[in-house]
C-alpha cells in the first residue's frame, strides 16, 4: 500500500480527521498528508501511504490552486466566516473594474502577513493560541508568490475568485488585504482547494469512497 491518494475533503473535517479517518479504513503501515486546509476549506488533500510517506516534503512545496469566495464591506477577526464579522455601512459598491486594479498588486513575489488566527508559531506558541486569549500576536510578513488570479463572478459584495500560488499563501490574508486595498473591507467565506501540483479535485475521492484501488502508485526515487 504505497502510493497517493488523493481526497475531497469535506466541510467541518480537520486534514488530522481525514488521515485518522483513512489511516482505520485502509490502514497503511505510514501515512501523512501534504499541506493542510482548514476546517472550513472543502476540496483536494494529497494523502501518501507507505513508503510514498517519503515524497511528502517534496509535495509540499508544490503549487495549490483554489477557489475563494470573499465578502466585501465587512471584516473578520480571523479574517474568515468563522470569527466576529463586523459591516462597514460607509462601504460603496466597488466595480469589477477596481476589483480588477486592485486584485493586480498581489500578483507576483509578494509579502504577506499571516492572519492572527493562523498556526504561525510566535516565541513557540501558535498565533491562534494567544489570539484567543486575548493576547498581541506580533507575526511578521512572510514572502509567497501568487501567479494566476482570475475572477470567476462577482456581483457586490459576493467576489469569486480563481488562484494559483506558492506553499504558505494564506487566502484569508488576500481576503482581508484585498478589502483594504478596495478601502471597504473583506474577509473570506468558502474555500475550495482545486490543485496540488498535478493533483487535481476531478481525480479526488470522498473518504467514504476512499478504497485500495484510488491508491495512485508513485516511484519514491524521483
Not at 466595480?95 to 509578494?110: D, H, M
Not at 489570539?131 to 511578521?140: C, D, I, M, N, Q
Request: net charge positive; aromatic share 6%; with cysteine.
Amino acid at each position: 500500500m504505497d502510493g497517493i491518494l488523493i481526497i475531497n475533503k469535506p466541510k467541518g473535517w480537520t486534514s488530522f480527521d481525514v488521515v485518522a479517518k483513512i489511516r482505520g479504513k485502509l490502514k497503511p503501515n505510514r501515512i501523512g498528508h501534504t499541506g493542510t486546509l482548514d476546517p472550513a476549506a472543502t476540496g483536494v488533500l494529497v494523502l501518501c501511504l507507505g513508503r510514498a510517506t517519503k515524497l511528502a516534503q517534496k509535495m509540499l512545496i508544490m503549487d495549490k490552486e483554489y477557489v475563494a469566495e470573499i465578502t466585501l464591506g465587512a471584516i473578520s477577526n480571523t479574517d474568515d466566516a468563522d470569527g466576529q464579522v463586523v459591516h462597514n455601512p460607509q462601504a460603496g459598491v466597488k466595480s469589477r473594474l477596481e476589483v480588477e486594479r486592485a486584485l493586480k498588486q498581489f500578483q507576483g513575489v509578494i509579502q504577506q502577513m499571516p492572519p492572527q488566527f493562523s498556526a504561525k508559531k510566535v516565541k513557540g506558541r501558535r498565533a491562534y493560541d494567544m489570539a484567543r486569549e486575548g493576547k498581541p500576536v506580533e507575526l511578521k510578513p512572510v514572502e509567497v508568490t501568487i501567479r494566476e488570479i482570475e475572477i470567476l463572478d462577482y456581483k457586490w459584495p459576493i467576489l469569486k475568485i480563481r488562484v494559483l500560488c506558492s506553499k504558505g499563501t494564506y487566502l484569508r490574508s488576500l481576503a482581508r488585504d484585498l478589502g483594504q486595498a478596495l478601502g471597504v473591507g473583506g474577509y473570506l467565506t468558502a474555500l475550495e482547494r482545486t490543485k496540488v501540483g498535478q493533483y487535481t479535485l476531478d481525480k479526488a475521492v470522498t473518504v467514504e469512497e476512499a478504497d485500495v484501488k484510488h491508491i495512485i502508485p508513485v516511484s519514491i526515487y524521483r
